[in-house]
């Protein structure tokens, strides 16, 4: 896992569909109407998603939402898997530094991300770290505390783009009905 510069994410956002809304403080992702074929989104009552109608909402508690994430994550990350903060890192290792102390390759990691806190320069995960980028998201969803640790998250083979925020909600962009039918087997039933 390391950073990369957002320029190199940019081209595979545009061919993908992915619109970034950004302002000093924060940056918001989803998928453009014309790339979009299904849209989900997993909340409960003290965090409803807000989407309108054609959205699939599942309501469920946060235990149930981390597997439903980490179902999904298992389904979407063949290669590379970007992340994204809503705001800065920081807020994210903040939020994870308690929960992820036992996490080696996390720990090596955290070591020598201090220069980057203060950034949103995306974060790539290889096929190996699909353990540190699940127990991430499973520290993140425990301990996080709202928007501003939240996190966007989208493989680089597959038109999808997750919006994690702790406690909820998580929404989903597809851009196939098959993607969306095949990752929703992780939260379906």
């Given at each position: 896992?390391?950073?990369?510069?957002?320029?190199?994410?940019?081209?595979?956002?545009?061919?993908?569909?992915?619109v970034k809304?950004?302002?000093?403080?924060?940056?918001?992702?989803?998928?453009?109407?014309?790339?979009?074929?299904?849209?989900?989104?997993?909340?409960?009552?003290?965090?409803?998603?807000?989407?309108?109608?054609?959205?699939?909402?599942?309501?469920?508690?946060?235990?149930?939402?981390?597997?439903?994430?980490?179902?999904?994550?298992?389904?979407?990350?063949?290669?590379?898997?970007?992340?994204?903060?809503?705001?800065?890192?920081?807020?994210?290792?903040?939020?994870?530094?308690?929960?992820?102390?036992?996490?080696?390759?996390?720990?090596?990691?955290?070591?020598?991300?201090?220069?980057?806190?203060?950034?949103?320069?995306?974060?790539?995960?290889?096929?190996?770290?699909?353990?540190?980028?699940?127990?991430?998201?499973?520290?993140?969803?425990?301990?996080?505390?709202?928007?501003?640790?939240?996190?966007?998250?989208f493989?680089?083979g597959?038109?999808?783009?997750?919006?994690?925020?702790?406690?909820?909600?998580?929404?989903?962009?597809?851009?196939?009905?098959?993607?969306?039918?095949?990752?929703?087997?992780?939260?379906?039933?």
């Open positions: 896992m390391e950073f990369i510069a957002e320029q190199e994410v940019n081209e595979l956002m545009n061919d993908m569909g992915i809304e950004a302002s000093e403080e924060s940056a918001h992702l989803s998928m453009s109407a014309d790339c979009l074929s299904a849209k989900h989104c997993l909340c409960n009552d003290d965090t409803p998603c807000g989407e309108g109608e054609g959205t699939f909402c599942k309501e469920m508690n946060t235990d149930e939402m981390i597997q439903a994430i980490i179902g999904s994550i298992h389904k979407l990350h063949g290669g590379q898997t970007i992340m994204l903060p809503s705001t800065k890192w920081r807020n994210v290792f903040d939020a994870v530094a308690f929960s992820m102390a036992g996490d080696d390759s996390w720990q090596e990691f955290d070591a020598t991300a201090t220069v980057k806190l203060n950034t949103q320069d995306p974060l790539i995960f290889e096929t190996s770290d699909e353990h540190t980028l699940t127990g991430l998201i499973t520290a993140l969803m425990n301990d996080g505390e709202g928007e501003a640790q939240g996190v966007y998250v493989p680089t597959a038109p999808v783009l997750v919006y994690i925020v702790p406690g909820g909600p998580v929404k989903f962009w597809f851009g196939t009905q098959a993607l969306a039918d095949e990752v929703s087997e992780a939260y379906a039933s």
